[in-house]
């Protein structure tokens, strides 16, 4: 059983920055392939970014170059640095693991760009 919980959404203006940390219970965490997701009203939810075991991170199109995906091992957390945020990145951010042949979900940070 891994547990997800995520911080940091809120209200922020156009062009203003928000980091989002996401915290995982357990003793594998470094294991763990970490990832973000968000859901717009009225959307499916989109892959935005993962932060995988080893290797580089990989970010949907829509945020290339605006969001930084990291990892602390240590503190069993992975953050989203979002910098540059604009309307459209309005939504619910989860975080998001497979472990053990189940996919795990946090309950989500509301994040609002909006002047």
């Known amino acids: 059983q891994v547990q997800l919980v995520e911080s940091g959404g809120g209200l922020v203006q156009p062009g203003g920055s928000l980091r989002l940390s996401c915290v995982a219970s357990?003793?594998?965490?470094?294991?763990?392939?970490m990832k973000w997701y968000r859901q717009a009203p009225g959307k499916q939810r989109e892959l935005v970014a993962i932060?995988?075991?080893?290797?580089?991170?990989n970010y949907g199109d829509s945020v290339k170059g605006r969001f930084t995906i990291s990892r602390d091992n240590a503190k069993n957390t992975v953050y989203l640095q979002m910098n540059s945020l604009i309307p459209d990145d309005t939504g619910v951010y989860y975080c998001?693991?497979?472990?053990?042949?189940?996919?795990?979900w946090g309950q989500g940070t509301q994040v609002t760009v909006s002047s």
């Open positions: 998001n693991t497979n472990f053990g042949a189940r996919e795990y």
């Open positions: 357990g003793s594998f965490f470094r294991l763990y392939t």
């Open positions: 932060a995988p075991i080893g290797g580089s991170p």
